[in-house]
Nanobody
Framework: QVQLVDSGGGAVQAGGSLRLSCSAS?????TAWFRQAPGKEREFVAF?????????YYAASVRGRFTVSRDKTSNTAYLQMNNLKPEDTAMYYC??????????????????WGQGTQVSVSS
């Protein structure tokens, strides 16, 4: 069992920055971030594995603006979000799998989820 607590959301203006945190009760194999806006399906945002290669993967819509990282000493993953846009407004969730995902962008690959943290970006 892995318990995840995500935090760091807030309200910012377009062009601003936020850093989300995902604290895990124990080290997971990987951490991913998804987001869900009202009336829309949950969508993949970013991924990082906890192996030495620290492979990362981003959705096209956030590549170049968001950066995912990890801190092994605290079992915490971070999502640094820069140059935020109104279309980034959503509830953001971190997630962890029990096995290395075959497709990191698929929500069904992840068994553990945080409670979510709201990000609101105004124009």
């Amino acid at each position: 069992q892995v318990q995840l607590v995500d935090s760091g959301g807030g309200a910012v203006q377009a062009g601003g920055s936020l850093r989300l945190s995902c604290s895990a009760s124990t080290r997971a194999r990987a951490t991913a971030w998804f987001r869900q806006a009202p009336g829309k399906e949950r969508e993949f945002v970013a991924f990082i594995n906890w192996y030495d290669d620290a492979m990362t993967y981003y959705a096209a819509s956030v590549r170049g603006r968001f950066t995912v990282s990890r801190d092994k000493t605290s079992n915490t993953a971070y999502l640094q979000m820069n140059n935020l846009k109104p279309e980034d407004t959503a509830m953001y969730y971190c997630a962890a799998p029990t096995q290395r995902p075959r497709d990191a962008s698929r929500a069904r690959e992840y068994e553990y989820w945080g409670q979510g943290t709201q990000v609101s970006v105004s124009s």
